[in-house]
């Protein structure tokens, strides 16, 4: 029940998370026995029938112990179920972020400290690890890129090691980034110099409130070794606002936006003796209790800080910062704590840097999830075979798909036109830029099939290219089957995008079955 719980943590997550990577907040779990109702035993029975014959079966310790205590319970966990609501149904006078709450102490290490509750240990890339058969850990690497992985009780038994079972999202999303230097000012305005991380799409970043999040690098005793600091602010910090139509009569036309000019945020305004003053650094250094000067560099992300809704006559749709991509690694999360799996190991991999290209120190351009198998390998007793092994595995590269936009049905394939709400989508591009595996697809369907779990395809039209995945990157490093799925979305790469309700349970599903057949 404890994993069950811990889903429901990550489905909230999906819903109210804030990030400084990835991170996501939960809740609390109440649980209430059934309403007792009316039974008949065999002295109420009437008839001439005969009775059943008697089975041979005779049943084990844990049966016989269910049978005596004459009591027990399905449970059927989901993030409304603790709400004592269910998808499709009115949600009262009471609104989605009322009911998954993103709580005012927010934790950056969320996702490693659920890991830390379902029994996994950590461990340190540059130390000897020393793994334990039936041990469950975890890697942080670099604080932006964290794989989890199982082995199970008898892996080192076995002369004959199962193949690895992998799973990769990433945990950036298309932002603003903070200069080094930041402080602009323009007569009273206080603003804070940024560039564009990733393919976002600006106009959407215009007039929201704004957060910022990440990680401050401060003097240490030591040179090598700087004191690290996580910053995520609870107000609204910055606003970048819109140029009024008086004064560009052909806005509705289309506009163009300067990612220099256009887009620096303001984040208040200077009297006129502070106009020469570290505005954004001071204050950063007043909430870090630190002094300015031993701020020495950061990592700190704008974010759209609205909280997500949903839209619908029935709830239909989840609108929501950064669905891209909390949603897959929601799905990773939940798939390797609920996994059934008796043999082989299971491995996810969080990585860093998607959004701009994979190829860093952190991300799935480097040669950290191959180097990290062979390592794993080894240690399970499995040195001498462990190529062979590793390309015995499988990879599923799990980041989400454009979904049918009902104002633009030109923009979609012909024939392959994949709607939120039903399913998520097995994405196939001849290209390469989605890792497309006619065998791996077809392993992921039958799973879909004997589990019935929704799913569509997705192609891009013929004269239209596309985006791309970590699953085509990794997959060159580490030659195994490979198929990209996620979740449709419409505005994807905008401050706010759209998803079908129903998906997430959909690609939850299927990672779990993946990891537990």
């Not at 490693?112 to 690497?141: M, P, Q, S």
């Not at 999040?213 to 819109?242: H, Q």
């Not at 104002?407 to 994949?418: C, L, S």
């Amino acid at each position: 029940m404890k994993k069950k719980a811990l889903y429901k943590k990550w489905m909230s997550m999906l819903l109210a998370g804030v990030v400084t990577t990835t991170g996501f907040m939960g809740g609390t779990v109440t649980l209430r026995a059934a309403e007792t109702t009316n039974w008949i035993g065999d002295e109420g029975l009437s008839g001439t029938a005969d009775a059943p014959k008697p089975d041979d079966v005779v049943p084990d310790a844990n049966q016989f112990r269910y049978q005596k205590e004459e009591l027990a319970a399905f449970c059927h966990f989901g993030p409304n179920t603790f709400n004592e609501i269910e998808w499709g149904e009115h949600y009262g006078n009471k609104a989605p972020s009322e009911i998954f709450t993103l709580k005012n102490d927010f934790d950056a290490e969320t996702l490693v400290k659920t890991l830390k509750d379902a029994g996994f240990e950590k461990i340190a890339y540059e130390k000897e690890w020393n793994l334990k058969a039936g041990g469950r850990y975890y890697v942080d690497h670099h604080d932006t890129t964290l794989f989890a992985f199982t082995i199970p009780e008898d892996e080192m038994k076995k002369e004959e090691k199962p193949a690895v079972r992998i799973a990769a999202a990433h945990t950036d999303f298309p932002c603003l980034r903070i200069k080094p230097s930041c402080d602009v000012v323009t007569n009273r305005y206080a603003q804070v110099n940024i560039e564009v991380y990733g393919g976002a799409i600006l106009n959407t970043w215009l007039d929201r409130p704004l957060g910022v999040a990440g990680r401050v690098a401060v003097r240490g005793n030591d040179p090598f070794v700087p004191e690290m600091k996580y910053f995520a602010s609870e107000k609204n910090l910055l606003t970048i606002p819109n140029l009024a139509i008086h004064m560009n009569r052909e806005v509705n036309k289309g506009v163009e936006l300067n990612k220099q000019i256009d887009m620096i945020p303001v984040a208040g305004l200077l009297a006129e003796e502070e106009k020469n003053a570290d505005y954004f650094l001071s204050f950063l250094a007043k909430e870090l209790s630190v002094a300015k000067e031993d701020i020495l560099d950061f990592e700190l992300s704008v974010y759209c800080k609205e909280q997500p809704e949903y839209v619908g006559v029935a709830d239909d749709f989840i609108s929501s910062p950064r669905l891209d991509n909390l949603t897959s690694c929601a799905a990773l999360v939940s798939g390797i704590l609920d996994a059934e799996r008796k043999d082989g190991i299971n491995l996810i991999a969080l990585f860093d840097h998607e959004e701009i290209g994979s190829r860093s120190k952190q991300g799935a351009g480097s040669i950290l999830l191959h180097d990290m198998l062979l390592r794993i390998l080894a240690e399970c007793g499995a040195k001498e075979s462990a190529q062979g092994l590793l390309y015995q595995s499988m990879l599923l590269s799990v980041d989400v798909a454009h979904g049918l936009h009902p104002n633009q049905a030109g923009k979609m394939d012909i024939t392959n036109k994949p709607v939120l709400g039903s399913g998520f989508c097995i994405k196939e591009a001849c290209s390469q830029s989605y890792a497309t595996d006619c065998e791996a697809i077809a392993i992921i369907q039958q799973i879909c099939d004997l589990k019935k779990i929704p799913y569509q395809k997705f192609v891009n039209r013929s004269d239209m290219a596309g985006g791309g995945t970590l699953g085509s990157i990794a997959s060159a490093l580490l030659p195994v089957k490979t198929v990209d799925i996620g979740i449709p979305l419409l505005a994807m790469h905008s401050a706010r995008e759209l998803m079908g309700a129903a998906d997430q349970e959909a690609l939850t599903e299927l990672v779990t079955a993946y990891f537990s057949l």
